[in-house]
């Protein structure tokens, strides 16, 4: 069985920054591609940032130039570092993961933007 952690959500002020971290542990062979997914109130789950296991990235449109997707491969971890932060980026980020050609998701962290 595969688990993925998250951490690094909380409460900040519009222009601050926060990274979020999710490692994944147990039975892994290999992780492909990882992600960053977030969720706002009343709104649909949209995809946020992509990275492969070769480190190419991809990011939604509201968040290019402001959001960071990152990855250590030895740690079975992938980042996210937000900066310049706005109210709308408030809501639950997950993370998923592509773990030995099954996609696993973390149970979801809070960040609220918001003064």
């Known amino acids: 069985q595969v688990q993925l952690v998250e951490s690094g959500g909380g409460l900040v002020q519009p222009g601050g920054s926060l990274r979020l971290s999710c490692a994944a542990s147990g039975s892994i062979f290999r992780i492909n591609t990882m992600a960053w997914y977030r969720q706002a109130p009343g709104k649909q789950r949209e995809l946020v940032a992509t990275?492969?296991?070769?480190?190419?990235?991809n990011y939604a449109d509201s968040v290019k130039g402001r959001f960071t997707i990152s990855r250590d491969n030895a740690k079975n971890t992938v980042y996210l570092q937000m900066n310049s932060l706005k109210p709308e980026d408030t809501g639950v980020y997950y993370c998923?993961?592509?773990?030995?050609?099954?996609?696993?998701w973390g149970q979801g962290t809070q960040v609220t933007v918001s003064s």
């Open positions: 990275i492969t296991r070769d480190s190419r990235t």
């Open positions: 998923k993961m592509n773990v030995n050609w099954v996609e696993y």
